[in-house]
């Protein structure tokens, strides 16, 4: 019998770092988290100093009483969940239910940032103890998300509609997004003019040089009777060679990855969502079979901010280099970069675990995507410790004096690679293109100072300027991580719910704010600006670091944020507007009873109803076309590609039987597709639950309704899992209620048992008898006053109203 228990989070890692350890460790996964606050209620008891009520997770109470009966007998349990706040959750969390007087094996904590075995076994020789601070840390996010999300989330369903949300970092975010938008719209763009002069020299090519000065004075442009004028000006001058000037410029690699450069790299390059890019890379990191091999880890843990190398794996690399490249691509000494000052420095950088597995080596074992990520991963950290790449960069100016009198200067700038250094590896991709571009990009002549230069022609342009560009995801998280708002390794979390709330869209690969991701915002910056303010969610970000090192207690940093917040709240519930009953008036008059028509609010948004309602019930959609309504303006990329979210490809315009469509262009391997204005059909997850028929996995499906879980064997197993609402059948007792949908997708609820039992019912059963005539239950109707509580009973009109229920952040 082992000695040893070890738990980790998932199976995959569990295989990986069995496999090292030997037969005195049996090692066992958690699944992730085993405890959390319960959905059912706020779970925290602010007058008890925040104290979190923690429940088993529903579904892990079996896999806890799996892990005690395996901690029974053996000498120390070793929890080794992943490197951060997260993990050491877990770690603490396991701890409190395995810790019984039945159970005396001793519990330690060990920690790694990648699974090798060189690494598995030093963290064995030092085990831990849980770290409390960290754990505190989280605690105290997680507090602090609950009570701004359960606190606030029902203001949104009282006011603009149910199932909103609000979250601490996931608002600010949109904040971001909207604020852009308003920017954008408010742009008004203003025309300039540029003057090129084609040169001819001695030597080819032509020189092409832009007018910068008159009389030394930086020059603009306004419009083009000023650029008629300067062309009048110089259009006989003598073009005279003023200075010509040589300089050695040196461009250094990019640092190694962090989890935030990782995901902005991996969205310019691979077209990868952030969520996407993370899923690969836990799964890079956690390990992945390499035929005799086994279960490998192939890069180190990718949730951190610290750009340190270990000294191992710098010898590793420098060596590998001097054997490829030559000892003129390897530096003297280790490149070493900078962290950002509050970087956790006991992680490293997200690197491969060796860099002797090459991308080409590892190309059978690894599908397509896990392949694009890792050889990215890779040439980064190659690069990274590669010598800088040279280039000669010329600057020359020439001076032409015009008929006022005046001297108008033009300048030509241009470089030329001299040694490509790490170049000759990887270069790290841009957001937008630079002055160094440009600059490669020109060709210059061989000139000497005080030398005439034929003109050829003057070429004189007309722009605009742009409005600043919509969030990318890439250029979103980079703009968070910049102002300290959440962490890496929450952005994708952050991202994906803005999405599924439909408070943004994606367009051209874009974030563009909805109508409703405008009201909410609005919304709540009316009643929390200050909770909502980017520098006031960075300085909590930095408080939640202090509470990690042991600086702060998370009490008092709660107790503090609550005495604010709570003012807030009483305001809010006092003063918010309330979307749902207000009307804008507009000039348009109802063509049925000609009283005036103003704009309201629905659950699809806003539109154009009569005021005469309810004896008129005349609405209209509202357009962008009615005068003195602000629906935004479409500044969306028509011509913009489209990339499948899954893969990263192309996506191309495909027709089917009900019209024109976009599909990947890797199909038959990726089968994504999207309605044209639509989402994307999104790709089957797996899950780790069995099917009970044929036992292959489960995964999560996205149909025409929505979301349902079915067996990934199908169409050999039809197996599709009932989705229960937790209310026993009034009928038969003995099956519980599911949801269901009709053959034209309407909701409506019956037995599990059936045909056993025929219970049905259109509106969801409530487990609550009617006091008025005694019927076993009620049902959940939702009515113009709000949502109330009814009796199914036609003979008895009862009912009562609903309380807007919580939903979590």
Not at 145 to 168: C, E, M, N, Q, T
Not at 335 to 343: E, L, P, V
Not at 417 to 434: P, R
Request: glycine share 6%.
């Amino acid at each position: 019998m082992a000695k040893n228990l070890v738990i980790v989070e998932s199976p995959a890692k569990a295989k990986t770092i069995g496999k090292y350890l030997g037969k005195q460790f049996v090692v066992k996964a958690s699944l992730g988290h085993v405890k959390d606050l319960p959905k059912k209620d706020l779970a925290v008891d602010v007058t008890r100093g925040f104290e979190p009520k923690y429940e088993v997770i529903e579904g892990k109470k079996k896999l806890i009483q799996e892990l005690r009966t395996a901690a029974k007998g053996v000498e120390a349990v070793y929890l080794a969940a992943d490197p951060d706040r997260e993990g050491e959750a877990i770690c603490y969390h396991l701890q409190e239910e395995l810790q019984d007087k039945k159970n005396n094996a001793r519990v330690f904590r060990v920690m790694f940032n990648e699974i090798t075995k060189n690494a598995i076994q030093k963290a064995f020789e030092k085990p831990l103890e849980v770290n409390v601070h960290l754990v505190e840390a989280q605690q105290a996010r997680r507090v602090l998300d609950r009570l701004v999300g359960y606190k606030i989330s029902p203001l949104l369903w009282d006011k603009v509609r149910r199932g909103l949300s609000a979250g601490r970092v996931q608002t600010v975010a949109l904040r971001l997004i909207v604020d852009r938008e308003r920017e954008i719209r408010a742009f008004q763009k203003r025309e300039y003019w540029t003057i090129d002069a084609n040169l001819n020299a001695k030597k080819p090519p032509v020189l092409s040089a832009r007018l910068q000065k008159r009389n030394d004075e930086p020059l603009e442009i306004a419009d083009e009777a000023a650029a008629k004028n300067i062309l009048e000006q110089v259009e006989g001058a003598a073009f005279l060679v003023q200075s010509v000037t040589h300089r050695e410029k040196r461009r250094n690699p990019a640092p190694p990855f962090i989890t935030s450069t990782l995901q902005q790299e991996s969205a310019r390059k691979l077209r990868f969502s952030v969520k996407r890019t993370m899923m690969l890379a836990q799964r890079l990191y956690e390990g992945v079979e390499l035929g005799e091999e086994g279960s490998v880890g192939l890069i180190t843990y990718m949730r951190t901010d610290s750009t340190r190398v270990s000294n191992d794996a710098l010898d590793e690399v420098r060596g590998w280099l001097n054997e490829r490249y030559g000892k003129e691509y390897v530096p003297e000494q280790p490149n070493i970069y900078r962290s950002k000052k509050d970087a956790q420095d006991a992680h490293e950088a997200v690197r491969p675990t060796s860099v002797l597995r090459t991308p080409e080596s590892l190309a059978k074992h690894l599908a397509e995507d896990e392949m694009k990520l890792y050889r990215l991963v890779w040439m980064r950290f190659i690069a990274s410790q590669m010598s800088p790449a040279i280039f000669d960069q010329t600057t020359i100016d020439v001076n032409a004096p015009g008929q006022d009198g005046a001297s108008y200067l033009f300048r030509a700038t241009g470089s030329v690679q001299k040694f490509d250094g790490f170049l000759k590896v990887y270069e790290e991709g841009k957001d937008q293109k630079d002055e160094e571009d440009e600059e490669l990009k020109h060709k210059l002549p061989a000139v000497v100072e005080g030398e005439t230069l034929k003109l050829k022609s003057l070429e004189p342009e007309q722009h605009f300027t742009e409005p600043p560009p919509r969030y990318t995801e890439a250029t979103l998280v980079k703009e968070l991580e910049a102002d300290g708002v959440g962490r890496p390794s929450t952005y994708a979390s952050i991202l994906s719910t803005i999405q599924e709330r439909e408070y943004v869209k994606k367009e051209g690969g874009k974030f563009v704010p909805t109508e409703l991701g405008m009201v909410v915002t609005d919304l709540l910056l009316e009643s929390f600006n200050d909770l909502f303010d980017v520098n006031y969610t960075a300085r909590m970000e930095h408080e939640l670091d202090e509470i990690e090192d042991g600086k702060v207690d998370w009490r008092q940093s709660m107790a503090e944020f609550y005495e604010r917040f709570e003012k807030d709240l009483e305001n809010a519930e006092r003063n918010m507007t309330d979307i749902k009953r207000m009307e804008r008036p507009t000039d348009l008059v109802c063509d049925k009873c000609g009283k005036p028509m103003v704009i309201k609010w629905g659950r699809h948004g806003s539109f154009i109803a009569c005021t005469g309602y309810p004896d008129c019930t005349n609405t209209r959609e509202l357009t962008v076309d009615l005068p003195d309504v602000d629906k935004g303006v479409d500044f969306g990329e028509q011509d913009a590609q489209e990339y499948c979210e899954n893969c990263g490809r192309p996506m191309v315009l495909k027709k089917g039987r009900f019209g024109q469509f976009y599909a990947c262009s890797g199909y038959p391997d990726c089968k994504t597709t999207k309605q044209i204005g639509g989402e994307q059909k999104k790709q089957d997850v797996p899950l780790e639950e069995k099917c009970p028929q044929c036992g292959s996995n489960l995964v999560l499906k996205s149909g025409r309704f929505g979301e349902f879980t079915a067996c990934s064997n199908y169409p050999t197993c039809k197996f599709v899992k009932q989705k229960t609402i937790g209310v026993a059948c009034p009928n038969c007792s003995e099956g519980e209620i599911v949801e269901r949908r009709s053959k034209r997708g309407k909701t409506f609820y019956g037995c599990n048992r059936y045909p056993e039992c025929d219970f049905v019912a259109w509106g969801k059963p409530i487990p609550e008898k009617c006091p008025e005539c005694g019927s076993a239950y009620m049902i959940e109707k939702y009515l113009k006053a709000g949502p109330v509580a009814q009796c199914p009973n036609a003979e008895c009109k009862y009912k009562r109203p609903l309380e807007a229920e919580k939903s979590s952040a």
